[in-house]
């Protein structure tokens, strides 16, 4: 989140669909050791303080597959929000009393992709509420973020090839699908932020219940002949292997 420049439990009870027609899915590269220094920060200070200037954090994560990489997923009505929210943040109180801690514990973060929702019902279902700092709930779920770099945009003919050869298939192997991605390519107009510009990506979300459960669709999948038959066809579409992560949500991550 490197720019240039006290609540009770709350236990989630009710569900509600969150359509953000703009997120962003941020990764960041942290000095070894420095992961939990920084969802401390976020935890305490970061998603309240970036939702009172107009935008959602929607989810934040440990990668399970690299001990010193943060990823999260923040979304925003337009892309004029999305200006006015991080401007507010990015020169508002909380970030000027955090922001040299939190750069501290960054060596990157950088890597960061402009995504719109391309399924008809978009966006995520989310908690009603999101726990509070005395919670002590480590979600035992695996969200699955599968991310797909494409020759040319998702919509010619990629999204189609998803739905119509790929998606079945994850079904049947016992996925659980919650958001599906696509590249937003409209103009970054907040600069100070970085995004990765000239990219097609789509980017499928999952949810398991487990670790253990992620491994056995895992698995499952390995050995369906009809997965194995569309990865040729699948080739067709990418410039390189799809990247697999195994996001394990925070106590406070909304998306769990």
Not at 68 to 96: C, E, I, K, N, S
Not at 144 to 163: D, H, I, W
Request: hydrophobic share 40%; glycine share 6%; charged share 20%.
């Amino acid at each position: 989140m490197s720019v240039k420049a006290p609540q009770t439990h709350l236990a989630p009870v009710d569900e509600t669909r969150l359509y953000s027609p703009i997120a962003e899915l941020r990764r960041y590269t942290l000095h070894p050791g420095r992961r939990d220094d920084l969802i401390a920060l976020f935890d305490t200070h970061f998603l309240e303080g970036q939702e009172s200037c107009g935008m959602k954090i929607i989810g934040q994560f440990r990668d399970l597959d690299d001990p010193d990489a943060f990823v999260w997923l923040r979304g925003f009505d337009d892309m004029q929000a999305r200006h006015a929210a991080l401007t507010r943040f990015y020169d508002g109180p909380v970030w000027g009393a955090h922001s040299n801690t939190a750069n501290g514990t960054m060596i990157d973060s950088d890597d960061v992709l402009l995504l719109h929702p391309v399924e008809d019902a978009g966006g995520f279902t989310l908690p009603g509420e999101r726990p509070g700092l005395g919670s002590s709930d480590l979600p035992r779920a695996i969200i699955q973020a599968v991310t797909y770099k494409l020759a040319s945009p998702a919509e010619a003919g990629f999204l189609a090839f998803y739905r119509e050869a790929l998606a079945p298939v994850l079904h049947t192997a016992g996925e659980d699908r919650i958001g599906l991605f696509a590249s937003e390519h409209s103009e970054n107009t907040f600069t100070r932020l970085p995004v990765r510009l000239g990219e097609n990506v789509v980017v499928a979300f999952s949810r398991f219940d487990s670790v253990a459960a992620q491994a056995d669709f895992t698995s499952v999948l390995a050995s369906n002949s009809a997965w194995l038959s569309a990865q040729k066809a699948l080739s067709r579409y990418l410039i390189a292997p799809p990247v697999i992560a195994r996001l394990a949500p925070t106590r406070r991550s909304l998306l769990r």
